[in-house]
C-alpha cells in the first residue's frame, strides 16, 4: 500500500508504473541477451573472423569495459533529465549497435561492435531500478529490484537453448538479427508506456561535477563494502555463463552445442527464479548484510566443486571416473544461479544508504562496479585459461569470490 501511495504522490497511478517498469525490465532482457551471445557461438565467430577463440574471448571485454565507463555519465543524465529519454536514447543506440555486430566482418568491426553495445545497453538495468528507488518504498525496492533483475535474466535463458538452435540453424549473425527486432519492440514499448514526466531531484550542477559525483559515491566509506564485493560478484556469475559455461560443457564435458544450450538454459532458469526468491526473503526475514555474505562464499564453494569435477581433478578421482558426468555439473550450475541471487540485495543496501537526489549515482556507481569487475574477469579469464586451462578459471574465480565477501563483512560492519 505504501508503495502505491508513493507513486501517485509522485503523479505515476501504480498500474502505468508498473506497465513502465516492465517495458523498461525488457530493455535490461535484451543487454542480457546480447552480452551472452558470444557464450553459445563463440568458436563460430573465431572461425568466421581467423582468430583463436581465446583471443576473441578476450575481445568480448571491451563490451563490458565500454558498458563500466559509461555508469558515470548515464547515471548523472538519469539524475539530471529522467529515465524516460536517456532510456529510449540509449535504446537508439542498442539498434544502431545490433546492426554493426550482425555485419561485423573481423575482429576490428566486432570489437566496434561490441563497443557499441556496451555503452548502448549501459544503463537498461539502471533505468527501471532508477525509476522504482525513486518511486517506492525501501521495503518494496527490495522486491521490486530481484523482479526487474530476474526478467532482465530472462535474456540469458533466450541465449541458451533457443539461441543455440538459431546459430546452429542460421549462423551466428542470425542472433544479432533476432535481437535487433527485439530492440525496436522495446524501442516501441519504452516510448509508448514509459511516462513523460521531469527528473525527480533533478540536479542542476554541471555535468562534470555530476559525474564526479558518481565516482565519489562508490569510493564513500558507506559504499566501499557494496562495491568490492560488486567488483567480483556479477563478474563470476557473467563470465560463467556468458563465456565459459559453453566451451566448458563443450570442450571439457564432450556436450554438443545443443546440449550445452540445455544446461546453460537452466542454469539460467535458476538466475531467474533465484532474484524472486531472494527477494521475498529479504522482505519476510530481512538480514540482508548476512544473506548476501553467505550467498557469495556458496557460490564461491561451488564454483571449486565445479572445477574438481574436471578430467583427473579431485571430485573425479574420489569418485573414480575420468570425467565427472553433465549431471553433477549440472546440479551445481542450477546452486550457483540461486547463490549469485543475492546481487538484487546489493542495491536494496545502496537505496537505504543514499537520499533520493542521489539514488540514480548511487545505483550506477554499484553497476559500474559489478560490470567493471565483469570486463576485467573476462580479460584476466582468457589469460588464465589459454595457460593453464578452464578448471583454472572457475578456481580463480571462486578465490576472488572469497576476497569479495571478506572485504564486504569488514567495511559492512555496523
Same mark, same amino acid.
Request: hydrophobic content about 55%; glycine content about 10%.
Given at each position: 500500500?505504501?508503495?502505491?501511495?508513493?507513486?501517485?504522490?509522485?503523479?505515476?497511478?501504480?498500474?502505468?508504473?508498473?506497465?513502465?517498469?516492465?517495458?523498461?525490465?525488457?530493455?535490461?532482457?535484451?543487454?542480457?541477451?546480447?552480452?551472452?551471445?558470444?557464450?553459445?557461438?563463440?568458436?563460430?565467430?573465431?572461425?568466421?573472423?581467423?582468430?583463436?577463440?581465446?583471443?576473441?574471448?578476450?575481445?568480448?571485454?571491451?563490451?563490458?569495459?565500454?558498458?563500466?565507463?559509461?555508469?558515470?555519465?548515464?547515471?548523472?543524465?538519469?539524475?539530471?533529465?529522467?529515465?524516460?529519454?536517456?532510456?529510449?536514447?540509449?535504446?537508439?543506440?542498442?539498434?544502431?549497435?545490433?546492426?554493426?555486430?550482425?555485419?561485423?566482418?573481423?575482429?576490428?568491426?566486432?570489437?566496434?561492435?561490441?563497443?557499441?553495445?556496451?555503452?548502448?545497453?549501459?544503463?537498461?538495468?539502471?533505468?527501471?531500478?532508477?525509476?522504482?528507488?525513486?518511486?517506492?518504498?525501501?521495503?518494496?525496492?527490495?522486491?521490486?529490484?530481484?523482479?526487474?533483475?530476474?526478467?532482465?535474466?530472462?535474456?540469458?535463458?533466450?541465449?541458451?537453448?533457443?539461441?543455440?538452435?538459431?546459430?546452429?540453424?542460421?549462423?551466428?549473425?542470425?542472433?544479432?538479427?533476432?535481437?535487433?527486432?527485439?530492440?525496436?519492440?522495446?524501442?516501441?514499448?519504452?516510448?509508448?508506456?514509459?511516462?513523460?514526466?521531469?527528473?525527480?531531484?533533478?540536479?542542476?550542477?554541471?555535468?562534470?561535477?555530476?559525474?564526479?559525483?558518481?565516482?565519489?559515491?562508490?569510493?564513500?566509506?558507506?559504499?566501499?563494502?557494496?562495491?568490492?564485493?560488486?567488483?567480483?560478484?556479477?563478474?563470476?556469475?557473467?563470465?560463467?555463463?556468458?563465456?565459459?559455461?559453453?566451451?566448458?560443457?563443450?570442450?571439457?564435458?564432450?556436450?554438443?552445442?545443443?546440449?550445452?544450450?540445455?544446461?546453460?538454459?537452466?542454469?539460467?532458469?535458476?538466475?531467474?527464479?533465484?532474484?524472486?526468491?531472494?527477494?521475498?526473503?529479504?522482505?519476510?526475514?530481512?538480514?540482508?548484510?548476512?544473506?548476501?555474505?553467505?550467498?557469495?562464499?556458496?557460490?564461491?564453494?561451488?564454483?571449486?566443486?565445479?572445477?574438481?569435477?574436471?578430467?583427473?581433478?579431485? %571430485?573425479?578421482? +574420489? !569418485? *573414480?571416473?575420468?570425467?565427472?558426468?553433465?549431471?553433477?555439473?549440472? /546440479? @551445481? $550450475? #542450477?546452486?550457483?544461479? =540461486?547463490?549469485?541471487?543475492?546481487?538484487?540485495?546489493?542495491?536494496?543496501?545502496?537505496?537505504?544508504?543514499?537520499?533520493?537526489?542521489?539514488?540514480?549515482?548511487?545505483?550506477?556507481?554499484?553497476?559500474?562496479?559489478?560490470?567493471?569487475?565483469?570486463?576485467?574477469?573476462?580479460?584476466?579469464?582468457?589469460? %588464465?585459461?589459454? +595457460? !593453464? *586451462?578452464?578448471?583454472?578459471?572457475?578456481?580463480?574465480?571462486?578465490? /576472488? @569470490? $572469497? #576476497?569479495?565477501?571478506? =572485504?564486504?563483512?569488514?567495511?559492512?560492519?555496523?
Amino acid at each position: 500500500m505504501d508503495g502505491v501511495v508513493t507513486t501517485r504522490e509522485a503523479g505515476i497511478g501504480f498500474r502505468a508504473l508498473v506497465l513502465a517498469l516492465l517495458a523498461l525490465a525488457c530493455g535490461h532482457m535484451l543487454s542480457t541477451l546480447l552480452r551472452t551471445i558470444p557464450a553459445i557461438s563463440l568458436d563460430l565467430m573465431a572461425s568466421d573472423f581467423g582468430a583463436s577463440p581465446q583471443a576473441l574471448a578476450s575481445l568480448t571485454s571491451v563490451y563490458h569495459f565500454a558498458f563500466a565507463a559509461s555508469q558515470v555519465p548515464v547515471g548523472a543524465a538519469m539524475d539530471r533529465f529522467g529515465v524516460r529519454p536517456v532510456s529510449l536514447s540509449l535504446l537508439a543506440g542498442t539498434v544502431v549497435g545490433t546492426l554493426v555486430s550482425a555485419l561485423a566482418a573481423g575482429p576490428a568491426s566486432f570489437v566496434l561492435g561490441q563497443f557499441l553495445l556496451g555503452v548502448a545497453t549501459s544503463g537498461m538495468l539502471m533505468c527501471p531500478m532508477t525509476l522504482a528507488a525513486k518511486q517506492m518504498s525501501a521495503a518494496k525496492f527490495g522486491l521490486w529490484s530481484g523482479l526487474i533483475l530476474s526478467i532482465g535474466n530472462i535474456g540469458m535463458l533466450l541465449s541458451a537453448s533457443p539461441l543455440a538452435f538459431v546459430v546452429d540453424r542460421f549462423g551466428w549473425r542470425a542472433a544479432f538479427w533476432v535481437s535487433e527486432g527485439f530492440a525496436l519492440a522495446v524501442l516501441v514499448a519504452v516510448f509508448a508506456l514509459v511516462p513523460r514526466q521531469p527528473a525527480a531531484h533533478a540536479d542542476d550542477s554541471s555535468p562534470l561535477h555530476q559525474m564526479a559525483e558518481v565516482l565519489r559515491l562508490g569510493l564513500s566509506r558507506s559504499l566501499r563494502g557494496l562495491i568490492a564485493l560488486s567488483l567480483v560478484s556479477l563478474g563470476a556469475s557473467l563470465t560463467l555463463r556468458g563465456l565459459w559455461g559453453g566451451p566448458w560443457l563443450m570442450d571439457v564435458k564432450g556436450l554438443s552445442r545443443i546440449e550445452a544450450g540445455n544446461v546453460l538454459g537452466l542454469f539460467t532458469l535458476a538466475m531467474i527464479v533465484g532474484p524472486l526468491c531472494i527477494g521475498v526473503l529479504d522482505r519476510k526475514f530481512g538480514h540482508r548484510r548476512t544473506m548476501v555474505a553467505a550467498a557469495h562464499a556458496t557460490a564461491a564453494l561451488l564454483l571449486t566443486l565445479l572445477a574438481a569435477g574436471a578430467p583427473h581433478l579431485a %571430485v573425479s578421482n +574420489l !569418485f *573414480g571416473v575420468a570425467v565427472m558426468p553433465s549431471q553433477y555439473d549440472l /546440479v @551445481l $550450475l #542450477i546452486l550457483i544461479g =540461486l547463490s549469485t541471487s543475492a546481487q538484487p540485495l546489493i542495491f536494496g543496501m545502496t537505496r537505504q544508504l543514499v537520499d533520493a537526489q542521489n539514488t540514480g549515482k548511487a545505483l550506477s556507481a554499484v553497476n559500474l562496479a559489478f560490470f567493471l569487475g565483469a570486463a576485467l574477469m573476462q580479460s584476466i579469464t582468457a589469460g %588464465v585459461a589459454a +595457460l !593453464f *586451462g578452464l578448471p583454472a578459471v572457475l578456481l580463480y574465480m571462486a578465490g /576472488v @569470490l $572469497l #576476497i569479495g565477501v571478506v =572485504l564486504f563483512w569488514v567495511y559492512t560492519k555496523a
